[in-house]
């Protein structure tokens, strides 16, 4: 059983910096044959594609509400996976979840991820 715990979320002002991470376990095959992405809800809203990085990290995609803002990265070694979200905008402010697809797809499509993490709150003030 995969499990996925997502850090660092916080109360920070707009134009700070937040370092999110996820740390996953219980991998039957190689965390590194997974692909991961990030995803967010903000409240009363649909949960959307954040970013996503394949298993080797030879693919990222992201959401162009974030690009340039926000990096994913892979440490297959630790099973670590982190979000660093530059320039923070009010509207960044969601539940953050990270999220494994073993297909190793890094795809925007929230359907093709099996595993999920419980989320972790970002509150961007103005």
């Known amino acids: 059983q995969v499990q996925l715990v997502e850090s660092g979320g916080g109360l920070v002002q707009a134009g700070d910096s937040l370092r999110l991470s996820c740390a996953a376990s219980?991998?039957?095959?190689?965390?590194?044959?997974?692909?991961m992405g990030w995803f967010r809800q903000a409240p009363g809203k649909e949960r959307k594609f954040v970013a996503a990085i394949t298993g080797g990290g030879g693919v990222i995609t992201y959401a162009d509400s974030v690009k340039d803002r926000f990096t994913i990265s892979k440490d297959n070694a630790k099973k670590m996976v982190y979000l660093q979200m530059d320039s923070l905008k009010p509207e960044d402010t969601a539940v953050y979840f990270c999220?494994?697809?073993?297909?190793?797809?890094?795809?925007?499509?929230?359907?093709?991820?099996?595993?999920w993490g419980q989320g972790t709150q970002v509150t961007v003030s103005s």
């Open positions: 999220a494994a697809d073993p297909g190793n797809r890094g795809t925007s499509t929230s359907s093709r991820y099996l595993y």
């Open positions: 219980g991998y039957t095959f190689s965390f590194s044959s997974y692909a």
